[in-house]
């Protein structure tokens, strides 16, 4: 047996996590601030992140700029700008958005090169320090080295990322998402579950990505009743813990076939990244009893569940509203299958198998 885990972010996690570990945040004497346009302010965070930098003699720049699924270009910008304030390191707060754009942007700001170049991992100037204080409980980017970003030359989302791109510290606050709306608790919490069971269910898993796996299922088999229902107020820490232990473990396996079904449905319709996933989700479960069904098993053995019962789940919550054309649905399928699907599932990834489990959805 061999097998490696990579997890050089150091996590304080509970509530004041940010307030208590000013020093830890301090990655440098001069910090770019990296968030969106309106969450990391409206729920307390932004404003922990500057008093805590103040506190320690640190000079800091914020930018509350960041769309939701940045693309390459604005992150490029705010490298600049990141670049011209003298920046030596960047601290991200927000949801997956931020804390992916500030992934990008401690690239951009350490290194002068063209969007493309992004996504070849290996630069020049190296990158910039990173401290993640997250804002929702869904894509567990605190933890991870994987940005993902909205390219629209390949009309899709792409990835990229590798040992420079961890952050190198992770407050997490459950706090901070108290302030979140019904949908957005919904779709990110339904994000974290879909990172755990994919890792689960990947070619890559490990033991200890299991053991990570696992646990976090059995967590959120407790939470998805609540979560459905609008009961939020019991399980914003455990949604949180679950986010931040998926991302653990796909720092070390990657996401399958469910994320990658999932990105066009976000890039052409704009269907928040969690709901696509889960619209996704009776075909993958498909998939998988037709190709690995005792992995599949022991999965849904953790999240108590039968796998009717997930699928009926995600049908009765996340609808598939929209109505794609053959066409589209071919398109869909052709760029799913330039991410390899098969190598990280275990289930035929060319285009015409892909197309029939895009047609069994709409």
Known sequence: MRFSFEMPAGVRFGRGAVRENADLLALGRRAFVVAGRRSGRVCGALADVEAALTAEGVAFETSESVTNNPNVRECRALGEKARAFGADFIVGVGGGSPLDAAKAVAVFAANDIPEERLFQYGYAGGVLPIAAVPTTS??????????IMTDDTAQTKRSFGGPLTFPRVALLDPGYTESLPYDVTLHTGMDAFQHCFESFL?????PVTDALNLYALGLFGECMEPLARGEHAGIRDMLMLISMLGGMAIAQTGTTLMHAMGYP???????PHGRANSIVLPAYLDALEAHRPKRLAQALSALGLTKAALSGYARQHFPAEIHPSEAELRLYARQTAKKNPEATTGVPGDPESLFALYRSLF
């Open 265 to 271: 449905l976000t890039y052409f319709h704009g269907i």
């Open 202 to 206: 990947s070619m890559r898993a490990t």
């Open 138 to 147: 869904g894509t567990g980017s605190e933890v991870t080295p994987w940005s």
